[in-house]
Structure formats: structure tokens, C-alpha cells
């Protein structure tokens, strides 16, 4: 005897059939626009595509996985601006697919919301919104309305238009809450998907330093791990900014039980001990920028977790790669949303050039095997010779820079790590990396105070 279907199984499964048609059809067009970026040179791009149409279609599996092979790495040792005006041109295209699957997944609320499916339509709506964080029409079925760039429900939208803000779950005047907020007790909190920000000046300048710290972490698993989008973190790195100087004193005296080991015009630094970013307001006449300086420590925290560290580095030789490879960083630059690394208009660079033509520079020999004590504030060579590693040859010397680095972390370096690394002693680069440092830019008038 046949057992009768049930009416609500016959609608689940043509819902479901339905929402795979989405999803395939969302997954050829990844397939399309990664087919597209191989063919301008777009390999993070590519693999990114590929990645998203494999997920969403096992069907592409195969091929997805030939075309992230053939991709090659995802980063640039020299990013043209042919290949930023092939960027934004994929990035549009890539926008136009996402708002199109969030319109089909919005359509597919809708009529689940006609149905009196009210779980299908949130579904549906967040499939949406997944696509396309800005689609309007899916933030409204979740209730939410926009205010300052931000999508909130219904009763948070009426409370920040009447100027209030939130803190211990109670909601005050904003000017109250930004000078309860002002002190380190209760400073705001933002997080992102890799690292949590703790900061006492402003909501604006802990967004900021989010944004700048969630780039170095992208960028420092592309550039040593070959990662595209890594997976969200469910244990956020920390980065505390604080107002004032005398504000991360406490802090170290409270938490550390000491502060004599801060120096007043250093604006950052990466604790080992507790596994987090410290920084302060820039010294007056910094040659760096405040970006410069949250890339940096933020590299060092993004660094020990693609290669944990064992032990504290200063004492090591090759001490140089660790601050070098936070120095190159600096250099990062979001240019219409592509992450580009090692821009040598940057001011280490130049200071290299500079050190070049005064003739400063120290022998490779010599300066792979300094220690921290020795390294000193050299960090602009430091900066130059990872460029020189991560680029030139077409980047065939990035693999051996990459395994020094993850050697220097595993506390395994000692004398001769370099050579080991590299199959060839420091000396025998030295003429190679000076004519690499003599292409990049002078120095000019101006960039650096007193100068």
C-alpha cells in the first residue's frame, strides 16, 4: 500500500528545487566572471570566482578545480595599471552578478511572503543580503533601515535619529556616551571577521582601524600563504587603540605590571605576551602615517598566526625578516577595493634609495644576521630587501623568503639559516638588491620633516 505523500513535503522539495536553480544559476555566473579574470591576468580574482562557483554547484567542481590550478598565485609581483583598469572593470561586472542573484532571492521572499511562508521569506531575504549587503528591498523584509552606512532594526534606527547611542544596554545622548567611551573602561568595541578593535577616541577611528587592520590580515595570508578570503575567525585578534599615551600606561600597569619598557615616540607595537596591537597618536614630525603604523603592528599579529611563533624573535639572527616583512606592508594600499602590496612610492622605499645613494646601506652579509639589538631602527632596508625577495625574478625568490620567515617564527633560526633558505649566502645578492633599490623613487622635498 502507497503511503500518501504529505501536501507541505510536495511544496518543501519544489522550494528546495527552485532555490537550487538559484544557486546553479548563480554558480555559472562565478564560473563566468573567473573565466574572465584569467583572461586579463586577474589570478586572485580568478581563484576567488572559482572558489565561489564550487561551492555553490558541486557540479562545477572539476572544472573550478583546473581553473584555480591554472590560475597560478594570487598575488602581483607588479601591479600595472593595465591590470587596475581590468580590476575594476571585473569588479563592476562581479557587482552587477551579485545584485542580480540578491534580486532572484529577494523575488523568491516575496512570493514566499505571499505564500504566508514567513521562515521561507527571512531565509530568502538573508540569502539576498548575503549577495548584496546593500540590497534595500531584502534589509526591509528583515526590518531594517539604513542610518550612517549602517542597516539596523526598526527600534535602533528610531533611537540613533533621535541622536542616542547605546552603552551597558541603556540609551543616552550621544555626547554622554562618547565621554563614557572616551575612557579605556569603557571604550568601544567594533570586530569584523579576524580581528576585534578596542578603542577610547572614537566609533569613526575604531571603524578605521578595523578596516586598515582586516587588510593587512587579507593581505598577509595572500602574500605568504597564497590565501584568497580566508575563513572568518571565531576567536578575533585584538587591537587595542588607545586616546593617549598615558592611557596604554595604565593599561601596561594594570595588565603587564609594568610600563617602563614603552618608549614615547614609538605609536605601536605588537605584545608576543599577550598576543595583541598596541597604539597610541602619532609623535610629532612621524615620517609615517597612522595607517602605516596600524598596517604594521597588525602585520605582526597576522603574521603569528599563518606561522605560530615559539618564543619571542629579537635575540634570533635574521631578526630582519620579521620587521621587514611589517615595513614592506606599509606599503599596502586599497585601490578601489584591490589590495596592492609593496607600492614602492612609499616613504621606506625611498629612504632606502636614499641610504643607497648615501651610502648607508649595510653589507647583506652583515645585515641578515643582526638581531634586534643590531637591526635597530634600519627598518627601511629591511623593507627594501623583502621587496627585493617578494618581486624580483618574477618572484621566483618569494618561496625561500616565505620558508626563511616560517623558520625565524618556529625558533629553529640560527647562524647559516639564510643560506639554507636561499641555497646561496647573503653576500652573493648584494649586487642584485642595490640595483633593485637604485630603481626605486628618490626621496622628495618634503616627506620627511627637516628634509
Same mark, same amino acid.
Given at each position: ?6 501536501? =507541505? ?40 570566482? =572559482?572558489?565561489?562557483? !564550487? ?20 598575488? @602581483? ?15 563592476? !561586472? ?9 534580486? *532572484? ?10 505564500? %504566508?511562508?514567513?521562515? %521561507? ?21 528583515? %526590518? ?8 539596523? @532594526? ?5 533611537? *540613533? ?37 578596542? /578603542? ?51 593599561? /601596561? *600597569? ?16 605588537? @605584545? ?55 615595513? =614592506? ?5 586599497? !585601490? ?16 632606502? !634609495? ?40 618574477? %618572484?621566483?625568490? *618569494? ?9 625565524? /617564527? @618556529? ?41
Amino acid at each position: 500500500m502507497k503511503r500518501a505523500v504529505p501536501v =507541505w513535503a510536495v511544496f518543501a522539495a519544489l522550494a528546495a528545487a527552485d532555490d537550487g536553480a538559484i544557486e546553479r544559476q548563480a554558480a555559472q555566473g562565478h564560473a563566468a566572471l573567473a573565466r574572465e579574470a584569467a583572461s586579463a591576468g586577474l589570478a586572485e580574482e580568478a581563484i576567488r570566482e =572559482w572558489q565561489a562557483a !564550487r561551492g555553490l554547484d558541486p557540479a562545477l567542481a572539476e572544472e573550478a578545480e583546473r581553473g584555480i590550478a591554472a590560475a597560478g598565485v594570487p598575488w @602581483s609581483v607588479e601591479w600595472t595599471p593595465a591590470l587596475q583598469t581590468a580590476w575594476v572593470a571585473h569588479a563592476a !561586472r562581479r557587482r552587477r552578478h551579485l545584485s542580480a542573484v540578491a534580486d *532572484r532571492w529577494a523575488a523568491r521572499a516575496a512570493e514566499r511572503a505571499a505564500a %504566508g511562508d514567513i521562515e %521561507g521569506e527571512w531565509l530568502a531575504a538573508l540569502r539576498a543580503v548575503a549577495a548584496d549587503p546593500d540590497h534595500a528591498a531584502a534589509r526591509r523584509r528583515l %526590518g531594517e533601515r539604513k542610518f550612517e552606512g549602517e542597516w539596523m @532594526s526598526e527600534e535602533r534606527f528610531q533611537r *540613533r535619529t533621535a541622536g542616542l547611542l547605546e552603552i551597558d544596554g541603556a540609551w543616552l545622548p550621544a555626547a554622554e556616551v562618547q565621554r563614557r567611551r572616551s575612557a579605556w573602561g569603557e571604550a568601544w568595541e567594533v570586530e569584523g571577521a579576524y580581528i576585534r578593535v578596542r /578603542c577610547n577616541r572614537t566609533l569613526a577611528a575604531a571603524r578605521g582601524t578595523l578596516a586598515r587592520a582586516e587588510e593587512a590580515y587579507v593581505a598577509v595570508h595572500r602574500e605568504l600563504l597564497g590565501a584568497v578570503d580566508p575563513a572568518p575567525l571565531k576567536k578575533k585578534l585584538l587591537v587595542l587603540d588607545f586616546a593617549t599615551a598615558e592611557d596604554l600606561r595604565a593599561h /601596561c *600597569r594594570e595588565v603587564h605590571g609594568d610600563d617602563s619598557e614603552l618608549h614615547p615616540r614609538i605609536p605601536g607595537f605588537y @605584545s608576543w605576551t599577550d598576543d595583541a596591537v598596541h597604539l597610541i597618536p602619532l609623535p610629532a614630525n612621524s615620517a609615517l602615517t597612522r595607517d602605516d603604523v596600524v598596517r604594521h603592528e597588525c602585520t605582526h599579529l597576522a603574521a603569528t598566526h599563518a606561522f605560530p611563533l615559539r618564543g619571542w624573535l629579537n635575540t634570533r639572527p635574521q631578526f630582519w625578516v620579521w620587521e621587514g616583512m611589517a615595513s =614592506w606592508m606599509e606599503a599596502l594600499e586599497n !585601490r578601489e577595493g584591490k589590495l596592492v602590496a609593496g607600492d614602492r612610492g612609499h616613504i621606506r622605499f625611498r629612504l632606502a !634609495r636614499e641610504g643607497l645613494e648615501a651610502g648607508t646601506l649595510v653589507p647583506l652579509a652583515e645585515f641578515t644576521e643582526r638581531d634586534q639589538h643590531k637591526l635597530g631602527t634600519d627598518y627601511q632596508q629591511a623593507a627594501a630587501l623583502v621587496d627585493f625577495f617578494m618581486t624580483a625574478r618574477g %618572484g621566483a625568490l *618569494r618561496p625561500a623568503f616565505v620558508e626563511l620567515l616560517r623558520v625565524v /617564527c @618556529s625558533g629553529q633560526a640560527a647562524a647559516g639559516a639564510f643560506e639554507k633558505a636561499f641555497g646561496r649566502a647573503a653576500g652573493e645578492f648584494e649586487a642584485e638588491f642595490r640595483e633593485h633599490v637604485k630603481r626605486m623613487p628618490r626621496l622628495e622635498k618634503g616627506m620627511v620633516p627637516g628634509k
